[in-house]
């Protein structure tokens, strides 16, 4: 499994941003424990995982949780994305995205 270098960068960037600064509900075992979980196999290792998870939320908050469009992206962008950068399966890409979403930043939910 290869990571394009330049998306690689930028995650790696967002991550380390997002290392030191406080989330709403940041609970990296839980959302790597849903992640395992599921019925689909993401063939990364875990730390990428939770990278990716950060990742997420970090676009998702910029797109932001009603759905208009600001900065970020859309959470379908967000499964092309991931499926064209991680070589992840759509359904890969969904159940990252909904993990992030419940167990990272449940603030991105619509109610």
Sequence with gaps: MHVKAHVAAPLLAVATALAGAPL???DD???LARVNSAPVVIP??????????H?????????GH???YRAGTSPGDLVRQLTNT??????AA??????AQAELCPE????
């Design 29 to 31: 075992a839980s959302y």
């Design 55 to 63: 990742y997420i939320c970090a676009q998702l908050r910029m797109y």
């Design 24 to 26: 709403a509900h940041s």
């Design 66 to 68: 009603t759905g208009t």
């Design 94 to 99: 969904d159940v990252q995205i909904a993990a």
């Design 108 to 111: 991105t939910l619509r109610p």
């Design 44 to 53: 990364v290792a875990d730390q990428v995982k939770v990278t990716s998870g």
């Design 86 to 91: 991680f070589y992840y399966s759509p359904e």
